[in-house]
């Protein structure tokens, strides 16, 4: 099993930037694929991007258009969402997620493929 603990989320200005982390338990890190997810107020909780168990291939939802930044570090157990740009719209709780993943560059993008999640962290962006 693997625990997941999100922080960095908080009130920035629109066009402004933030860093989220996601903080994972266990000496397998490596062995999962990793995602972020947002739930908006009154929505569906839609995924944002995806990240390999080396990290080296990553996927994206099409809203992110080149604003967002998925990274791993395996040695320190650690996924990152660096979020540039932010829009309004953007504002939401971003929750991290792990598979334990058996194909190397496997990235996944549906709630379902997930079995491991953290509770959150808010993102909210200002107008």
């Known amino acids: 099993q693997v625990q997941l603990v999100e922080s960095g989320g908080g009130l920035v200005q629109a066009g402004g930037s933030v860093r989220l982390s996601c903080a994972a338990s266990g000496s397998t890190f490596r062995l999962y694929a990793m995602g972020w997810f947002r739930q908006a107020p009154g929505a569906e909780r839609e995924f944002v991007a995806a990240v390999s168990r080396s990290g080296n291939s990553t996927y994206y939802a099409d809203f992110v258009k080149g604003r967002f930044t998925i990274a791993r570090d395996n040695a320190k157990n650690m996924v990152y969402l660096q979020l540039n740009s932010l829009k309004p719209e953007d504002t939401a709780v971003y929750y991290c997620?792990?598979?334990?993943?058996?194909?190397?560059?496997?990235?996944?993008?549906?709630?379902?493929?997930?079995?491991?999640w953290g509770r959150g962290t808010q993102v909210t962006v200002s107008s």
């Open positions: 997620a792990a598979v334990n993943s058996l194909r190397g560059e496997q990235v996944l993008t549906r709630n379902g493929e997930y079995d491991y």
